[in-house]
C-alpha cells in the first residue's frame, strides 16, 4: 500500500505564500509523474500544476507565473511552492502520484487527504 501525506496549507493574506509538501511512503518502487489539484465544494477538482519523474511541468493557466511545481525524487516529495495568493486560490488542495508499486509493478494513482488553503482579500 501507499500513502501520500499533506502539509503546509493554511490561511494567508492575498498577495502572500505558502509552500505544500507531499511525501510518499510504502510499497514504491518508483514514482512516475506526480501533481497538485485542487477543489471547492460543489465544483469539480481540477488540475493545478503536474511534474515528470524527469521534472517537465505543465500548470493551470490561472496558476502560471505564480504557482511553481518541483519534486526531491530521493524523498519521493512533491513541493508546491505558491506565490502572490489570490482569494480564488481558496481550495482544498490535493497531491497525486502515480506509483509503481513493488513488488507487483502495478501502476496505480493515489490522492493525498487534503490540505485546506484559504486566502483572504
Known amino acids: 500500500q501507499v500513502q501520500l501525506v499533506e502539509s503546509g496549507g493554511g490561511w494567508v493574506q492575498a498577495g502572500g505564500s505558502l509552500r505544500l509538501s507531499c511525501a510518499a511512503s510504502g510499497s514504491i518502487f518508483k514514482i512516475n509523474d506526480m501533481g497538485w489539484y485542487r477543489q471547492v465544494p460543489g465544483k469539480q477538482r481540477e488540475l493545478v500544476a503536474t511534474?515528470?519523474?524527469?521534472?517537465?511541468?505543465n500548470y493551470a493557466d490561472s496558476v502560471k507565473g505564480r504557482f511553481t511545481i518541483s519534486r526531491d525524487n530521493a524523498k519521493n516529495t512533491v513541493y508546491l511552492h505558491m506565490n502572490s495568493l489570490k482569494p480564488e486560490d481558496t481550495s482544498v488542495y490535493y497531491c497525486n502520484a502515480r506509483v509503481v508499486s513493488t513488488p507487483s509493478r502495478f501502476v496505480n494513482d493515489y490522492w493525498g487527504q487534503g490540505t485546506q488553503v484559504t486566502v483572504s482579500s
Open positions: 511534474i515528470t519523474s524527469g521534472s517537465s511541468t
